[in-house]
Structures are given as C-alpha cells and as structure tokens.
C-alpha cells in the first residue's frame, strides 16, 4: 500500500547570526544552509498495517508523512501510496487518505465543525445517507455532539482534536498518517481514540502510520515501528523485538509489607526506585525468574509484578546511544517486518 | 482539468454557502469592512468640487458622480483579498489544508471570493441606489446594448482581478514577503485602472499606456461601458482586448501556482 524506496528531502534554509549588522548585511547577501531533513529513508507498509512511525524532534518523521500526503515533493527517491504519486495529488489519491495533523487543523475556525463536515461532504462527493452515518457514528463515540454546533474557535483543543477527526474520515480514507492524533486529549479520551483507531483500521482494513510521543498510543496501536533519527531509518520491526534489543531487562515491581535494606535489594539486581513500601529492580529477562524465587524466598513482599521497561526509556535509551557516539552507524538490526499482533 | 472542474462544479453550491456563512460570522466587522471600500465616495466627493469650476473634458459634475457610482460597484464587485489570504496560508502552513483535498485550491478561493459579492452589494446598495437617483439620466440614456457588454466585462473584471491576485499571492512561493509586490501592485493599480482619476482625465503620456495595459480593464474599461463614455462599438472591441489579458494572465498566474507548490515546504505543524 504505501512504498518508499530511498527517500531523500532536503530543505534550503536562510542561516543569518543575531544583530542588526548581521540582518542588515542579510539584505544584499544571503547565506544559505541544506538541511537534510530525510535520508535514503525506505519502508513499506502493507494493505491494513499499523505502524508507529518515531523518533526525536527534528528526526524528519512530519517531513516523511507530509511526502506520504503530497504536500511536499521529494528531493530524491520514489514514493507510491497505492498506485498514485503522492505529489501529483491526484484527486482518487487525496480522497484514498487522510493526514492529521495534531498542530494543524482543517476545520474552518469561525464556523462550527458542521459546516465543515457538510463541505467535506460535498468536496469529496460522499453520498449524503454515508456521510450522515459516519458523522453520527464518530460524534457519539467521540461524545462531541453538541459540540459539532459551535463555532471552532469556542472549543478547547481536546474538543477541536475530536472535531477535526470526524472531518478527516469522513470520506472513510483507506490510509490514514496520523500525526500525534491524541494530543492534548484526557487520558480516557486518549484510550477512547486509540480503541476507535483500531475498530476503524479492523473494519475498513486501513493502513495506519502513527506518530506520537505518548508511547501508550504506540504500545496500544502499532505492533511495528518504523524508527528514524537524523533523517535515517534505524530500526523497522516488531515492536517487542527493539525493546528486547535495547533494553533487554525486565522490571520487577515488588511491594512490601515491610521497609528492608537496600543491600536485599542490590543484591537482586539494578534499583531503579525504592522506598519503604516498594521497590523496581531491573535484571536481565533472562535471570527474572531466577530473581522472582529468590525475591520471594527472602523477602516480605505482598505483591510482585514483570513488566518489560516502558517504551519511553528505550527510546530514550537508543537516542542517548546513538548521541554518545557521534558520526557512528549505530543501528537497530532490522527484525521481522510483519507484526505479531 | 476537465474532470477537476467537474467536480468543482458539483461542490461550488456547497462552497458558496459556506463563504456567505463565513462571511458574515462577524457582523461587526463584516460592516466595518464594507464602509472601508470608501474610495470612490472620497474621490467623488474631490472631483465633484474640481467640476464645480466647470467640466473636464467629458466630464461634468453628474458625469462623475455616474462614474464613481461605477467604479464604487465594479470595485465591489470585482474587490478580492486573496493575494493576502495566499500569502498567509503560504507562509503559516494552512495552505496545506487545501491541498490535502481533491479539489484544486484556486476553485476554493474562488468560491470564498465569490460568495463575498451579493453581500458586498447588498451592503453598499443604499448609497449605490442614492448616489444613482442624482445621475439616473446618464446612466440610462446609453444604448441598451451596452448593458450586455457590461455584464460580459464585469465577469471578465472578476477574473482578471482573481487571476492578478493568484500570481501575486503565489509570490509567496518565492518570497519571503509578496505583501511587498501586493502593495507595489495596488499603487499602480490605483492610477491607471482608473479608481482614483478617469484615465481620460490623465495627462497624454500617462493616458496612452494606461490605455493598453491590463489595469484598464480590471476598472476604468467596465466603468466606462456603463456609464455610456464608450460606444457598443469600442466596448465590443475592447471586450476581447480584455478576455485575451484574462486568457493570459490565468495561464501564467496558474502555471507560476503550479511550480510553486512544487517548493512548498508546508512549515507548521
């Protein structure tokens, strides 16, 4: 479904130093810098995928799904989605997908999302019986609709992210890129729209390119990640796979009944946390059985719990590496491509 | 192309009634904006007193008030911002809101321009209909034929003026700031379309190539059919001087659009 073979973009940018002088001097003169903004960047995504697409600020993650939607052309490379172009924009490709954009909105701002929906519908020439049924679909599980009749610019921005998703499907695109679609949403609304992510992906077999730095969303929705970093792809595979490359421990949680000494503790592996009533310890995955007996054995603990470490420490953990050492190819071997969902 | 203006044909009801809508979601400043268009009143008001004296050229004192009269309604008519609105949405990313739909973004603005016009009027009508009562003879002595060639250069001054406007705001492009070149723009625009001084009133040397030039025609040209200073004749022929400038000035303003996406580099979000 979605094919980019090489994918280069670089940007040219007006590099000038503070002061007066310096702007002044900018008038007859101009410095210019190239950013590579992506780097022979390839992947593919099949028909009903979903993946998380991550990396650092900076690392070219908005600049890939903006050539994925044809609002950029690509310096080098080819890239398909279907059987179109991207930057050709052919109207069967843009009514094929949709972009969210959790910055960006598309909903007009001194009308209510209505009147949006209502010139969605008629740009995208969905029938009237279908867009009326998605749109009281999305609004009742989105729980927006008395919203839909307020002017945009009256709702929060949690509101407005609702209102704006609706816009975006009401076509019913076959590839959704959606970037940090629950920002700014409440925690249970963060869980609601990743639940309504997968139903739509599951019953419309959409392909899914996900953005966000929640890591819950991508725990939640995207067996595979797509990782890049300065532009380059540095890892694509089976989620659980990177955590297991790069931190491949386990944390224990272990609640006690009673404060013991942090030598107990020590002696059972890496202390992430502790205090009187609980303590995390990491071990290697392959000792965390060894360590839960003997943890149980020894001490006065009410509850125990393996969790793998969370997503945003590994992250953390591979951009911190590659940082250390500068300039090396420090990569991820790619795994198996296809999710084990 | 075809098949992009069909699909813009099915959508344009649904656009227009979004533009009105959005139009006047501001009352206030709907209003506001409407009394700002005040111009040709002010330019009325000043070549009404210089005519007091006696007439120049053709033009005695109703004869400006018929064309200014004129100029306030094709200006209300034809008036359109999107040079701005372009150079915005190009510099803060929301263009990109447009170009994610399957829609060619121009028939957007257009429907958003379009729908500003019966407003517009229905604003400005009582002063129109007032100032009209003062010099009905002029304008309805002329030939009725006139009045066909009026409305066929009124359509052609609205597209003339949203294709000017395409090319300038797709500067934004290129440019860091086309607000520049849109200011420039209106500066020359001002003398020779005619808005502030009927060109037949400007001195020869400036007269002659107002004549030709493509400012002419987004104004002074349909004015004047109006008001009845051309015959069928001339307006007949200037007609098709002023189609050809809007044949023109569409191709180059859509082509400078088209490369111009091309550097789009969609900053925001």
Redesign the interface.
């Known amino acids: 479904m979605i094919d980019v073979r090489n994918l280069s973009k670089s ?1 040219r940018v007006h590099k000038r130093a503070p002061g007066i002088v310096a702007a002044l001097r900018s008038v007859l003169k101009r410095r210019y810098e190239t950013v590579k903004a992506v780097e022979d960047l390839s992947f593919q995504i099949a028909e009903g995928e979903r993946v998380g697409f991550l990396g650092p600020n900076g690392a070219g993650k ?1 600049t890939t799904l ?1 050539v994925l ?5 690509p310096t080098s490379g080819e890239v398909r989605v279907g059987t179109y172009v991207p ?1 050709t ?1 052919d ?2 490709f ?2 094929l ?3 969210v ?6 909903l ?1 701002w ?2 209510p999302p209505s ?1 949006t929906y ?8 969905v029938p009237r019986a279908q867009a009326d049924e998605t749109v009281r679909t999305l609004t009742e599980l989105l729980e927006i609709g008395d919203l839909i009749s307020k ?1 945009t610019r009256q709702l929060s921005l949690g509101e407005r992210m609702k209102c704006e998703l609706v816009a975006a499907l009401l076509h019913r695109p076959r590839v959704l890129f959606l ?1 940090e679609p629950t920002i700014g949403l409440d925690v249970s609304m963060q869980a609601k729209m990743r639940d309504f992510i997968r139903d739509y992906n599951e019953r419309w077999g959409a392909a899914v390119l996900l953005t966000s730095h929640y890591m819950d969303d991508v725990v939640a929705l995207c067996p595979r990640v797509v990782v890049i970093d300065r532009g380059r792809l540095i890892y694509d595979g089976d989620l659980r796979e990177l955590v297991r490359r790069v931190r491949p421990d386990k944390h224990v949680t272990i609640r006690l009944s009673k404060p013991v000494d942090r030598a107990d503790l020590a002696r059972l592996g890496t202390i992430v946390s502790a205090d009187a009533a609980q303590a995390v310890i990491a071990v290697p995955a392959a000792q965390a059985s060894a360590v839960v007996r003997d943890a149980l054995a020894t001490l006065p603990i009410v509850d125990l719990t393996i969790e793998e470490p969370p997503l945003e420490e590994v992250m953390r953990e591979l951009f911190q590496t590659r940082g250390r050492e500068p300039g090396a190819q420090e990569h991820v071997a790619s795994a198996d491509k296809r999710a084990n969902a | 192309m075809a ?2 203006l069909a ?1 813009a044909v ?2 344009f ?3 227009m ?2 533009g009105v ?2 139009v006047v ?2 009352r206030a400043e709907f209003l506001v904006w409407i009394l700002t268009t005040n111009m040709p009143l002010v330019m009325l008001a000043l070549w009404h007193a210089v005519a007091a004296e006696g007439p120049v050229g053709r033009f005695d004192q109703a004869q400006f008030t018929a064309y200014f009269v004129g100029v306030l309604v094709v200006r209300l008519a034809t008036g359109n911002w999107m040079a701005w609105q372009m150079s915005m949405e190009i510099r803060d ?2 263009l ?2 447009k ?5 060619h973004p121009i028939y957007s603005y257009a429907a958003d321009h379009l729908s500003a016009v019966p407003m517009r009027i229905a604003a400005a009508s009582p002063i129109v209909v007032g100032l009209i009562a003062t010099s009905w003879a002029r304008l309805l002595r002329h030939d009725p034929r006139l009045g066909l060639i009026f409305a066929a250069s009124l359509a052609g001054a609205w597209l003339l003026m949203f294709f000017s406007m395409v090319l300038l705001g797709a500067l934004a492009f290129y440019v860091d700031s086309a607000m520049g070149v849109f200011e420039l723009w209106m500066g020359v625009y001002g003398i020779f379309s005619g808005y502030l001084i009927p060109l037949e009133v400007l001195p020869g040397w400036v007269a002659k190539p107002a004549s030709v030039l493509p400012f002419r025609f987004l104004l002074a040209y349909p004015v004047e059919t109006l008001v009845g200073l051309l015959s069928p004749g001339q307006a007949l022929r200037q007609l098709g001087v002023q189609w050809l400038y809007v044949a023109v000035i569409g191709v180059l303003a859509l082509r400078v659009w088209r490369a111009g996406v ?1 550097r ?3 900053f ?2």
């Open positions: 940007y908005t903006k939607a044809g609002l950029l052309h930057y924009r109207p069967r843009l009514k997908i949709t972009l954009m959790g910055q960006k909105q598309q007009l001194d009308l009147d209502a010139m969605n519908r008629a740009i995208y020439d002017p970037d | 098949t992009d699909r099915k959508a009801p649904t656009l009634r979004v809508a959005e979601a501001y990313g929301t990109s809101a170009l994610l739909r399957p829609i091309r789009y580099a969609a925001g979000g």
